[in-house]
C-alpha cells in the first residue's frame, strides 16, 4: 500500500508535513510498542473478574 507523504500526518496533537513526522530511534514506542496498544487491567473480585471502567476503554 503506498502512501502520499506530500500531504499532512497527526502527530503529536496537530498536523504536521510527512517529513517533519520523526520519532527518535531510542524512543520507548519504537521498543516496546507503547503508542499502539492500550494496557485495560482486570482484578479478580469475590463476584468474577472485573474491568475498571470497561465501557470508557472499548
Do not use: Q
Not at 29 to 40: A, K, N, P, R, T
Amino acid at each position: 500500500m503506498a502512501f502520499d507523504e506530500s500531504g499532512k500526518i497527526w502527530f503529536n496533537g496537530e498536523f504536521v508535513d510527512w517529513k517533519e513526522a520523526n520519532v527518535h530511534a531510542l524512543s520507548h514506542v519504537v521498543h516496546y510498542g507503547s503508542s499502539v496498544f492500550e494496557g485495560i487491567r482486570c482484578y479478580n473480585t469475590k463476584k468474577g473478574p472485573a474491568v475498571f471502567r470497561l465501557a470508557e476503554h472499548v
